[in-house]
């Protein structure tokens, strides 16, 4: 079974920075794109920003020149680094993996997967 499991939320200062990490497990052949979405209260979840197979990466608006998404495709992990952190990005961010084709009790499949949510606050 796939798992996604997410570090490196916390709290911090405005203008400081925090790595978030997202690790893949389980018989994985290939994963199309992993990214990251935040949701805060009140509010739907919003994508932040993902990189496919080939290293294409896209950003919301209101991160682009503050986040950087990479990706190790050999260890299955995702990271998202955040600096010039501003209170507005406070939220429960979510890992994402598209289209995991991976081997499960049997069965080859292909779906998606999220990760259970880590928090991150930006509060002087």
């Known amino acids: 079974q796939v798992q996604l499991v997410e570090s490196g939320g916390g709290l911090v200062q405005p203008g400081g920075s925090l790595r978030l990490s997202c690790a893949a497990s389980?018989?994985?052949?290939?994963?199309?794109?992993m990214g990251w979405y935040r949701q805060a209260p009140g509010k739907e979840r919003e994508l932040v920003a993902d990189?496919?197979?080939?290293?294409?990466?896209r950003y919301a608006d209101s991160v682009k020149g503050r986040f950087t998404i990479s990706r190790d495709y050999v260890k299955n992990t995702v990271y998202l680094q955040m600096d010039s952190l501003k209170p507005e990005d406070t939220a429960v961010y979510y890992c994402?993996?598209?289209?995991?084709?991976?081997?499960?009790?049997?069965?080859?499949?292909?779906?998606?997967?999220w990760g259970q949510g880590t928090q991150v606050t930006v509060s002087p």
């Open positions: 389980g018989t994985i052949f290939s994963i199309n794109a």
């Open positions: 990189i496919t197979r080939d290293s294409s990466t």
């Open positions: 994402n993996a598209d289209r995991v084709f991976a081997y499960y009790g049997g069965i080859s499949s292909t779906r998606n997967y």
